[in-house]
Antibody, heavy 127, light 107 residues
């Protein structure tokens, strides 16, 4: 079964740090770009960061640039999000999501929607 | 950043209704548009990508159309399991951006 499972969320004080993990299974993790998306309580979806399959290309939302670092370990089928200098406004459920990229053996950018999502992990930043 | 504007933000409908949700991009995004469904406490689910291509396993009552800046998601015959919040997303450029969501409630 294709699956993504996040972990590492919790309660942290403003200015603190947290590292989220996303364990992938059921597919060739090293072939896919990956993403983090967050959702503040009662709010909509906000894209946070993306990383290409070989980590060659990395992108961040302006709201987290310089504070968050995305990384991956293809040998461990894992995606990470290191979050530093956390703020109250970072409080959210954090989802990891796979970029579809390919279908039926064909790969093209029109397929780059997020097709597989984890269940999410809650991060609360509060004193 | 490309701004995605959905309308309406919420509405009530009845089972069996045909419903349409619109999404407008602040600049042209060709067909690099996805629609997601999210139910309370659950992760989003991909419904449509490339503006009009139905994701595998998604019922055919869902359809998408549009190109450039204006897009629509249509549910031809609303079922009880379709009451949820729907989001559009552009993946034409970074930063990826989502619309604000449209909540479909039971009338």
């Amino acid at each position: 079964e294709v699956q993504l499972v996040e972990s590492g969320g919790g309660l942290v004080k403003p200015g603190g740090s947290l590292r989220l993990s996303c364990a992938a299974s059921g597919f060739t993790f090293s072939s896919y770009s990956m993403n983090w998306v967050r959702q503040a309580p009662g709010k909509g979806l906000e894209w946070v960061s993306s990383i290409s399959s070989s980590s060659s290309y990395i992108y961040y939302a302006d709201s987290v640039k310089g504070r968050f670092t995305i990384s991956r370990d293809n040998a461990k089928n894992s995606l990470y999000l290191q979050m530093n200098s956390l703020r109250a406004e970072d409080t959210a459920v954090y989802y990891c999501a796979r970029t579809q990229g390919c279908s039926g053996g064909s790969c093209y950018s029109e397929l780059d929607a997020f097709d597989i999502w984890g269940q999410g992990t809650m991060v609360t930043v509060s004193s | 950043a490309i701004r995605m504007t959905q309308s309406p933000s919420s509405f009530s409908a009845s089972t069996g209704d045909r419903v349409t949700i619109t999404c407008r991009a602040s600049q042209g995004i060709s067909s690099y548009l996805a629609w997601y469904q999210q139910k309370p406490g659950k992760a989003p689910k991909l419904l449509i990508y490339a503006a009009s291509t139905l994701q595998s396993g998604v019922p055919s009552r869902f359809s998408g159309s549009g190109s450039g800046t204006d897009f629509t998601l249509t549910i031809s015959c609303l079922q009880s399991e379709d009451f949820a919040t729907y989001y559009c997303q552009q993946y034409y450029s970074y930063p990826r951006t989502f619309g604000g969501g449209t909540k479909v409630e039971i009338k």
